[in-house]
């Protein structure tokens, strides 16, 4: 399970979501778990991770100013949950102020894949460094604990 977190980190580093697309499966959920910010909810699937999630996110960097997931480490793996922490280094678009961000994720593995993820962060450091005006990308439902049991954790 640790190679397929770290081909994970590696594929966000580097920006090859080809490479990402091949880990993701395709029941994938990506799970916010705040209210009220540009990503806050619950997101199902890889289709609209890859066509909606991923565009939101990486359209509010230059790519030359930041890398994603910079660092990680994997800190438990039990059963099919993994525990991990990432982190950023550079500048969104917005330029002024360092997008430093700490991701912790949340893993379950199902088939070999990444079947679903829980991510948390600093909203306050996204909202000023990262998205700024940006609109709100309207989950598909918000979180809920009932979320966490229907995903696995």
Not at 10 to 20: F, M, R, S, T
Not at 85 to 113: E, K, S, W
């Amino acid at each position: 399970m640790k190679n397929l977190i770290a081909q994970f980190y590696e594929a966000i580093k580097l920006g090859k979501n080809d490479q990402l697309e091949q880990i993701i499966h395709e029941d994938f959920t990506l799970i916010c778990p705040t209210q009220d910010h540009v990503l806050s909810g619950v997101y199902r699937g890889k289709e609209r991770f890859f066509g909606t999630v991923l565009p939101h996110v990486f359209g509010c960097v230059e790519s030359s100013d930041i890398v994603f997931c910079k660092e990680h480490r994997v800190l438990c793996a039990s059963g099919s949950v993994v525990v991990a922490i990432a982190t950023n280094d550079g500048f969104a678009r917005r330029g002024d102020a360092p997008y430093n961000q700490v991701y912790l994720h949340i893993f379950n593995i199902q088939d070999g894949q990444i079947h679903s993820l829980i991510e948390a962060f600093d909203t306050a450091l996204a909202n000023r460094a990262l998205w700024g005006d940006s609109d709100e990308l309207q989950a598909d439902h918000d979180f809920s604990m009932d979320e966490l049991i229907a995903r696995g954790f």
